[in-house]
């Protein structure tokens, strides 16, 4: 069977229903055209080698990119920034033998800005869509809901018992120490990390602690281990349920309720959130730091960890719908250190430390990519297609590819009101 055979076969596979932009393959030969053109124009920049549809095997020490089926183009013509994503997940491209897919998205992502002629930027406003899905009260719970509702289980197979769902946080020394096993290697970072984030907010015995999107609680049950008042809030039920019983597990109390950010009453000593900026909308940014003012006590300390981009990159692309809004995090949006730094001062917060750990994060979806793929048979038993499946590992692959090249930054904020 050929490759392009191949291709044929897993579009036949799709359903319709489930992936109805996979299963439809777009016809636009004139785009499809360009497209082709575009993707030689670039590949030629780049040190990767393309292999296409019934090419001869290469031999290369580049990462090789395999066009399987010529359908590539035609999605790729259709919509450049949906289109490369979703012909991964129809199995049209491919990472080549002996070339990791994270190592060639690396390469792509390094010269991301300048892979499109100058004379084709200037017509993306005709041709980007608005990002869809906004973040008020209803449409948070539902963007929340499609993706930290899809399964406890899912996201067990590739954490760490900790399930901690963000960047860990390692040191020099785990370069030359390993843990047993990467298992506990992730774990032990994940708990460095929880643990820099609430020395960061001041969070000791007896603090009122605030924490705006629980995970699966390991942040509330290392606080309420230091003697912390814990309350947690999420929009996730299935997280609140699984948050609540690791908690209860663990032997401390830490109150975790179903309640949006906005909601919430009270004062507290410190507020945590971890990763969850991203999903709150640049529309509702003013909205987020402003409740944090509110809800601090005086003296009160905020330690925020978020991924970051930066700020020219924020600007061209913050009305884009793009492949990680429509299949990953519907309605999100990555900020800026400036863009943070503007919205919380004009909330009456400021930035007084930082620390920046972007690596980190690129090795910590190493890890968790090579524990998913590892684990595709107990994936697929939870009822996970090959497509979901693709889907997952491409978004995973893509992700560390960002942070590896430096187009995405993860940090560690303190705030303080003014």
């Keep these: ?85 979703e012909s991964y997940m129809a199995g049209e491209w491919r990472a080549g033998d002996g070339t990791d897919l994270a190592d060639l998205l690396t390469v792509f992502a390094r010269q991301l800005t300048e892979l499109v002629p100058r004379g ?85 015995a007896g603090t009122r602690m ?46 975790v309720e179903l309640c949006d950010y906005r909601d919430v009453q009270g004062q507290y000593d410190a507020i945590v959130s971890v990763e969850m900026i991203e999903a709150v909308g640049e529309e509702y940014w003013p909205t987020y730091f402003e409740t944090v003012n509110r809800l601090l006590a005086p003296g009160g300390r905020f330690g925020l960890q978020s991924i970051t981009m930066a700020h020219d990159r924020l600007l061209a692309t913050r009305h884009s719908q793009s492949w990680i809004h429509e299949y990953i995090f519907p309605g999100g949006l990555i900020p800026s250190v400036e863009a943070i730094g503007t919205v919380a001062g004009s909330a009456g917060l400021e930035i007084t430390s930082q620390r920046d750990f972007g690596p980190d994060y690129a090795r910590t979806l190493r890890l968790w990519r090579e524990r998913f793929t590892a684990n595709t048979p107990a994936v697929a038993e939870l009822g996970f297609d090959a497509v979901f499946r693709r889907m997952w590992e491409f978004y995973l692959a893509y992700s560390e590819a960002g942070f590896r090249s430096g187009y995405l930054n993860v940090a560690q904020f303190a705030l303080t009101r003014r």
Excluded: C
């Design 1 to 85: 069977m050929s490759t392009s055979q191949a291709a044929d076969r897993v579009a036949t596979t799709v359903d319709s229903t489930r992936w109805p932009r996979i299963a439809r393959t777009p016809h636009h030969p004139l785009r499809a055209a360009v497209a082709r053109q575009v993707f030689n124009h670039a590949t030629r920049q780049l040190p990767v080698t393309v292999q296409l549809p019934g090419g001869s095997p290469v031999t290369a020490g580049k990462p090789v990119f395999e066009v399987v089926s010529d359908r590539f183009f035609d999605r790729l013509g259709k919509d450049l920034k949906l289109g490369f994503g």
């Design 210 to 255: 605030l924490e705006i999107g629980t995970g699966w609680g390991q942040l509330a049950i290392q606080a309420a281990q230091r003697g912390a008042e814990v309350h947690s809030i999420t929009l996730s039920a299935e997280q609140r349920d699984l948050a609540r019983k690791r908690i209860s597990e663990a032997g401390v109390h830490a109150e």
């Design 120 to 204: 084709l930027q200037r017509l993306r406003r005709f041709v980007d869509q608005p990002i869809a899905r906004l973040n008020d009260r209803a449409g948070a719970r539902s963007n929340i809901a499609h993706h930290y509702d899809l399964s406890n289980d899912l996201f067990a197979t590739f954490l760490d018992p900790t399930m901690t769902y963000s960047a860990g946080l390692f040191d020099s020394v785990d370069e030359h120490h390993r843990a047993p096993s990467d298992h506990e290697l992730l774990a032990m970072v994940q708990r460095r990390k929880i643990d820099n984030i609430l020395d960061l907010a001041g969070v000791t």
